[in-house]
């Protein structure tokens, strides 16, 4: 049943059009098989992952290009971009890559933007952020006019000129940004620390409902809550947490 259910999120994360989802469903399957098979984790794990950060900028930059234009099927773009992604012998492919492992892996480029344009540019945001995650509790089923929660994170993208507005990519900010935003150093020590403890507070929980770390924390929590493990911006982590 796990292998079944770990297959079909591996072929969703495919279909997502984002790196992160793949090289997590990846990286927390070498991190369970670890302690009982070290040697074998390390011999294929490993490299696997190092591929993957070479082909994944150019994976999921084909796979937007056709399937977020609506030119192609999900399928058929993931065919293309795997072609791509097999088959790197351009300049282009060259600098996406370059791109993703010197600004995108780590974010300290975007962070560093957010600190130069707020508060000095843009004020901090307090609690508007917080109040759009409460906004993105809501589902659609019962406000059939909600705003959509992607734009309404990348309007401070844009706003802060991380990326231009033309651009077809998508770059939430990571939730330490957003605890930044919200009230600079005071909003980011307040902010994972409430971060922490609800990550630690739900894992305890899951083992004591589900019969100790094996089943509580290595399936539920891991299954439900592993937007934990990623991060992502207030609106995403809040929605993922409170249904989960």
């Not at 993957?52 to 399937?67: D, E, V």
């Not at 508007?128 to 995650?133: E, V, W």
């Not at 089943?215 to 809550?225: E, K, P, Q, R, Y």
């Amino acid at each position: 049943i796990c292998v079944l259910l770990y297959l079909f999120n591996f072929y969703t994360a495919l279909l997502s059009g984002f790196k992160e989802p793949i090289i997590i469903s990846v990286l927390v399957l070498g991190i369970f098989l670890y302690p009982n098979y070290k040697k074998l984790v390390l011999a294929v794990f490993v490299p696997v992952l190092f591929i993957l950060f070479l082909l994944l900028p150019t994976y999921a930059k084909i796979f937007r290009q056709n399937a977020w234009s609506g030119d192609v099927q999900a399928d058929e773009a993931t065919q293309l971009a795997l072609d791509a992604a097999l088959n790197q012998d351009t300049e282009d492919t060259d600098d996406t890559n370059w791109g993703f492992l010197v600004y995108r892996l780590s974010e300290v480029d975007m962070f560093a933007t957010f600190v130069q344009s707020t508060p000095d540019k843009i004020d901090y945001y307090k609690l508007d952020l917080l109040k759009q995650s409460a906004m993105a509790l809501v589902p659609r089923v019962i406000w059939p006019s909600k705003p959509n929660t992607e734009q309404l994170v990348m309007e401070r993208v844009y706003d802060a000129g991380v990326i231009n507005r033309l651009s077809n990519v998508s770059a939430k900010p990571a939730f330490i940004v957003d605890a930044y935003l919200s009230g600079g150093l005071i909003g980011i020590i307040v902010s994972l620390f409430i971060y922490g403890a609800a990550a630690q507070l739900i894992s305890q929980k899951a083992e004591e409902l589900f019969g100790g770390y094996l089943f509580g924390t290595a399936l539920i929590f891991s299954g439900l809550f592993q937007i934990f493990w990623r991060g992502l911006s207030f609106e995403f982590i809040i929605n993922t947490v409170f249904w989960s």
